[in-house]
């Protein structure tokens, strides 16, 4: 299997028990084959209950993604449903996989797997539409989501010229815009800011995402601006609106920090 792109804030803490070790390195295994660092604990040496607990709970606080490998095993100890109790106070995302679903004998089980994870890798992934004169603003919110386990796609337009050259035309274009998208919303999350007057490309990003997942876009209001700015197909949707902060990098963390309310609200 070739390994995607290893993005440096794509660790995963795994909760599991050990009683569950065949499946859960099956879970593992697919994780690490689909670009993810998954951290798993097996505490041998330790006794102290204090100790383990603190240990833990200070491996969370560090960490942004998790995953539950649900089981009856996971459910009877209290290890395990003392991270789950942790990371929920937290509000941290994470993923349940039920581990019942796997059939460790089944030559399908990767196959299975994989299609188990999908979740997950779903709510790791953003396509972040913007306008080039946000660029400063986009890159500002690119480094915010990355150490928060997000992967951001873009397309950036570059000089006109470069672009009817490379890809033969505006109709050429269209078609590049459209099967970005619509590849990275079949596992993630649609970042729409609003600013002054969106250009025919913005437009085409927005419909194409609208098109393929409509729940998965997030509209952000960045500028002050009037209601003619706003496209018509997301007149109903509820805004997250940082026009009244000054700095970019004010506006990023308002941003990610409503993302990540976002996938918490699509993912109860």
Not at 250 to 264: E, Q, R, S, W
Request: negative net charge.
């Amino acid at each position: 299997m070739k390994k995607e792109e290893i993005n440096e804030g794509f660790w995963v803490f795994v909760s599991h028990s050990t009683k569950d070790f065949e499946r859960v390195r099956l879970v593992r295994n697919a994780l690490e084959d689909s670009g993810f660092r998954p951290i798993l604990f097996y505490l041998k040496c330790m006794e102290d209950e204090d100790e383990i607990n603190e240990l833990l709970k200070r491996e969370i606080d560090a960490r942004r993604r998790f995953i539950l490998c649900d089981s009856p095993n996971a459910k009877a100890s209290k290890f395990v449903q003392s991270e789950v109790d942790y990371i929920r106070s937290k509000k941290r995302m994470y993923e349940v996989i039920d581990l019942s679903q796997i059939d460790i004998k089944n030559q399908d089980a990767e196959k299975d797997i994989l299609e188990l994870i999908m979740p997950f890798r779903r709510r790791t992934s953003v396509f972040l539409s913007y306008d080039n004169r946000d660029n400063n603003l986009a890159k500002r919110i690119k480094e915010v989501l990355t150490p928060c386990g997000f992967n951001a796609t873009d397309i950036s337009l570059f000089d006109s010229q470069e672009w009817f050259k490379r890809f033969g035309g505006l109709e050429k274009w269209t078609q590049v815009i459209r099967q970005t998208v619509e590849a990275t919303l079949r596992k993630g999350y649609f970042l729409y800011l609003i600013g002054d007057s969106p250009s025919y490309f913005i437009q085409e990003e927005l419909q194409s995402a609208y098109e393929c997942a409509p729940n998965m876009i997030l509209p952000v209001i960045i500028n002050k601006i009037t209601l003619n700015n706003v496209p018509n197909i997301l007149y109903e949707r509820n805004f997250v609106n940082v026009s009244d902060l000054t700095q970019d990098e004010d506006k990023a963390k308002a941003i990610v920090d409503a993302l990540i309310d976002f996938d918490l609200r699509n993912n109860k």
